[in-house]
């Protein structure tokens, strides 16, 4: 069956540092890929998907690239704010519906 | 504005009863999905339902009931047969277009604790 596996957290880092969260997938054939980010008692929001390979996704700052020689969407950012800190959830979708990793908190200091 | 919509916020319950978590949207989505999130675990799902009148159990369906009477609404009752139902749970809705359901819509969540 379909599989996320992202980084464990937290990922702590000091604002305007480079962000690198990592997710891998297991899936049949070639799903979208998508990030999600959930802040503090709220839903998730979609940060950004990518639906083919070498597909890049970029919102806000953040980017990924779709890799299916490695079957990988790391998640990238060039300079972390303070007002990134939540957590980031990888996911794919399936047949029925989106399978997510464990999701990795990010806390980013002054 | 369009969007989902989940309430309670907040909801507290007694071993042995059964709750209802109400989930809307207004966005004219076929699917709506439930997830259960527990702390430091990504999400699992519970129901999901592409047509009104229509569902089918995800991974964790055990404990738990849905209707689809709507196309806006689909109600989760958590029962007393779930044993360990303290938990978030999300309500998502997504659109089916060029042969395949895109990203996932969520709402705000329901917190839900046994006391």
């Known amino acids: 069956g379909n599989s996320v596996t992202q980084m464990e957290g937290p990922v702590t880092l000091s604002e305007e540092a480079f962000l690198t969260i990592n997710c891998t997938y297991t899936?049949?054939?070639?799903?979208?890929l998508f990030w999600y980010v959930q802040y503090p008692g709220e839903g998730l929001q979609l940060l950004l998907k990518?639906?083919?390979?070498?597909d890049k996704g970029s919102n806000k700052g953040f980017e990924a690239t779709y890799r299916k020689e490695t079957t990988s969407f790391h998640l990238e950012k060039g300079s972390v704010q303070v007002s990134d800190s939540a957590v980031y959830f990888c996911?794919?979708?399936?047949?029925?519906?989106?399978?997510f990793g464990s999701g990795t908190r990010l806390q980013v200091q002054p | 504005d369009g969007g989902i919509t989940q309430s309670p916020k907040y909801l507290f319950r007694k071993e042995g009863q059964n709750v209802t978590l109400s989930c809307e949207q207004n966005?004219?989505?076929?699917?709506m999905y439930w997830y259960r999130q527990d702390p430091g675990q990504g999400l699992r799902l519970i129901y999901y339902?592409?047509?009104?009148?229509?569902?089918q159990k995800g991974d964790i369906a055990e404990g738990y009931s849905v209707s689809r009477e709507k196309k806006e609404s689909f109600p989760l009752t958590v029962t007393s047969a779930q044993k360990n139902p303290t938990a978030f749970y999300l309500c998502?809705?997504?659109?089916?277009?060029?042969?395949?359901?895109?990203?996932?819509?969520f709402g705000p969540g329901t917190r839900l604790t046994v006391l």
């Open positions: 899936a049949t054939g070639y799903p979208s």
């Open positions: 990518a639906t083919k390979a070498d």
């Open positions: 998502a809705s997504s659109i089916w277009t060029s042969g395949s359901y895109n990203e996932q819509f």
């Open positions: 339902s592409q047509i009104v009148n229509d569902f």
């Open positions: 996911a794919l979708m399936g047949r029925r519906a989106l399978t």
């Open positions: 966005l004219n989505h076929d699917a």
